[in-house]
């Protein structure tokens, strides 16, 4: 299996633009997470998924924030629009089950807002 | 709720001598503890787990942590570390038996192994 895959893996864009970042998950895997890790806060969970229905979105700080998961195959996570603050590594990670030790990880975005 | 700290933003040390990496964590329910380890421009991978059982825990690349209870913590240690062991590491907890998925991570240690 390929992992969990992620694109872009950089992305450098202008405050204000609108943002996508997108993940594919392991094949079969029924739990989705998105993460964000700064230097300042960490790894913070943003919003995750079962079989593709958002369960807990506590974490996504605002409402510039949005995330979708239209398959189990798809997820994206947009920011429009976006500031200089949400430059950070973005990660998708998928489980099998709601294990949270089974979760693998992506190899992440990391987006810089000029 | 839950918190993790991680005493430790940066360890430096030589390559084959021992190493801990500290972590602490907060919380008013029994939790799972975790750590992983994160390579540069990589995810994290899983290191090694506490869920109950023995509290001293062996993982992968020689590494092993040990779950205190009482002192809240979950050290981690390597008794001789080797270059490829650079890279930053992270401890973290779920809450037992909880309805959440969530895991809470600590801000990470960078170990910097020197030749």
């Known amino acids: 299996d390929a992992g969990v895959i992620q694109s872009p893996r950089h992305e450098v864009t202008e405050m204000g633009q609108e943002v996508t970042l997108r993940c594919k998950p392991i094949s079969g895997h029924d739990y989705l997470f998105w993460y964000r890790q700064t230097m300042m806060r960490g790894l913070e969970l943003l919003i995750y998924?079962?079989?593709?229905?958002?369960?807990?979105d506590s974490g996504m700080p605002e409402d510039r924030f949005s995330a979708k998961m239209p398959n189990a195959s798809f997820s994206t996570l947009k920011i429009q629009p976006s500031e200089p603050r949400d430059s950070a590594v973005y990660f998708c990670a998928s489980s099998l089950g709601p294990r949270v030790e089974t979760q693998y990880f992506g190899p992440g975005t990391r987006l810089l807002v000029l | 709720a839950q918190s993790v700290t991680q005493l430790d933003s940066q360890v430096p040390v030589f390559e084959e001598a021992p190493v801990e990496l500290r972590c602490n964590y907060s919380?008013?329910?029994?939790?799972?503890l975790f750590w992983y380890v994160q390579y540069p421009n990589q995810g994290l991978q899983l290191l090694l787990k506490y869920l109950s059982g023995s509290t001293l825990v062996k993982g992968i690349n020689g590494f092993e942590a040990e779950f205190n209870k009482s002192q809240t913590s979950f050290h981690l240690s390597k008794p001789s570390v080797h270059i490829s062991d650079t890279a930053e590491y992270f401890c973290a907890v779920t809450p037992y038996g909880g309805a959440t998925n969530k895991l809470i991570f600590g801000t990470g240690t960078l170990l910097a192994v020197q030749p």
């Open positions: 998924f079962n079989n593709n229905v958002p369960i807990d």
């Open positions: 919380s008013s329910v029994s939790v799972y």
